[in-house]
């Protein structure tokens, strides 16, 4: 059985307010001394490969955290965002454009945008989130300090409580179905490590690739009659076309375990992952560093530390299973 727990709240930062004195002598000592004043307009440039829940929350996260720490929105801070609407071409040309740009920081949301900008710039801070691997990525070469211009947050998940969760749902597991995008570097690796899992366990995987979102469908149906389960890793090609994934499970009574919470409303049956609002955060906190002087080379990339469980009774219906109860009433949330 997999261990659960809820996320933190996450802490209020205390914010710094400067004292308005009765003259400029007195204005100018406050300053001098509140080394962590936000007093300078700032600018952060974010993109990210595409826009979906999982993302967007990211996103919002950050600018909540953000404000939170005094760089606020409209105030003292400007946020150009871009979305590269899940072309990696698209990608790379809004990677230059922010490098030319030169904003205090590059926020890079998911691996294919953090690998355009990384590619475009060794001088500017690059804070990247949502990246499931990023050593396997390139996007840094150990996790504890890059050394460099980047920093980040992985939303990396333990295999071992899906698979397990997996398995409660279907005991006579054998083989698991895997939707996904072979152009991520994150769903390739998840495989990888998926298969290297499970192999000991006599489970096999069998890979379903689709190339576009719209290839999605066909490689869903073409797991009819191989598969015991449809497992969808971080991809963000797959969460960005869920429906239509949903839709081509139900036709052939394959059930979906996902690996973001999100698409549980849009179609899976349970999904155990992080909490991308919260990683969205944990972004945040890493960007305040950088703005307020912190070097970036020394900053430890952020690893999620617990997991939420949502799961769908109704989904569970509508794919031919019944999710025990132990799952339900382990769960976060339940969606009807």
Known sequence: MFNLSRFAKALMLSGVVGLVGCSQSNQNNDTATNNNATTTNKTVAVTAIIEHPALDAVRKGMIDQLAKDG???GENLKINFQSAQGNTATAGQIAKQFVADKPDVI???????AQSVIAATNSIPVVFSAVTDPVEAKLVSKLDGSGTNVAGVSDSL????????MKQ???????IGYVYSPGEVNSTATLKALEAKV???????VPAPAQRTTDIPLATRSLQGKADIIYTPLDNNVASAYEALYQAAKEIQIPLVASDT??????AVVALGVNYESLGHETGKIVTQVLKGGEVGKI???????????????HAKELGVELPKTIIDNAQKVVE
């Open 169 to 175: 749902i279907k005991p006579d597991l054998k083989k």
């Open 158 to 165: 333990p295999l071992d409580p899906q698979i397990d969760l």
């Open 300 to 314: 430890p990339v952020y690893t999620a530390k617990t997991l939420d469980l949502h799961v769908s009774p109704k």
């Open 71 to 73: 760089f606020k929105e």
């Open 107 to 113: 926020v890079a949301i998911a691996t294919p945008s």
């Open 262 to 267: 999100d698409l549980v409303a849009r179609g």
């Open 199 to 205: 192999k000991p366990m006599g489970i096999e995987v």
